[in-house]
């Protein structure tokens, strides 16, 4: 704008006397007024971005997975390798083994159907000892499926046991 020039508004006539009015004055006000508006916004984001990177920070540490043990990454590993609806026996730390078929895994724990409850069965890794291949036979004294290597286990030291009593029972004739 060149010296000495006002500048025309639209709602003012050419030529019309306006008390106390400078375009100065009505000049610097609209600078303010933007400025502050420019401020404003400037702090808005501000605002916003700082909110967003809590909210992240937030859902982020909530989502990191504790730390295994070495059993337990030893039993995530087994699972990791598993194919759905596999047979599997699940030895556990506090209750006696489990049977069922593999449905799937996480990073902190596993499901599995269990057989002999008929029901779908959610374990940590922390409460599991290890996981075996297969499941064993079925006894059909308490209707549940046992350990086959344990049942063979115990049927060798009967029959041992019987033996040394007949070779006994021979010799002391």
């Known amino acids: 704008?060149?010296?000495?020039?006002?500048?025309?508004?639209?709602?003012?006539?050419?030529?019309?006397?306006?008390?106390?009015?400078?375009?100065?004055?009505?000049?610097?006000?609209?600078?303010?007024?933007?400025?502050?508006?420019?401020?404003?916004?400037?702090?808005?984001?501000?605002?916003?971005?700082?909110?967003?990177?809590?909210?992240?920070?937030?859902?982020?540490?909530?989502?990191?997975?504790?730390?295994?043990?070495?059993?337990?990454?030893?039993?995530?590993?087994?699972?990791?390798?598993?194919s759905p609806r596999a047979p599997i026996s699940v030895v556990r730390l506090d209750a006696d083994e489990e049977f069922g078929t593999f449905i799937s895994n996480d990073q902190e724990g596993f499901t599995f159907y269990d057989i002999d409850r008929k029901t779908d069965v959610t374990l940590r890794y922390e409460t599991v000892k290890k996981i075996k291949d297969g499941y064993g036979g079925y006894n059909y004294a308490v209707h549940r499926h046992v350990d086959r290597r344990k049942n063979f286990i115990i049927a060798a030291v009967v029959l041992g046991g019987l033996f040394v009593l007949i070779i006994a029972a021979a010799a002391a004739k």
């Open 1 to 82: 704008m060149l010296p000495g020039r006002a500048k025309r508004h639209p709602h003012i006539a050419p030529g019309d006397s306006v008390v106390g009015f400078t375009p100065r004055r009505e000049a610097s006000a609209t600078c303010a007024a933007n400025r502050l508006f420019f401020d404003m916004r400037i702090f808005s984001l501000r605002i916003v971005a700082s909110s967003l990177a809590f909210a992240f920070a937030i859902t982020s540490s909530a989502q990191q997975v504790p730390s295994l043990s070495k059993k337990a990454a030893e039993v995530k590993q087994k699972a990791d390798h598993l």
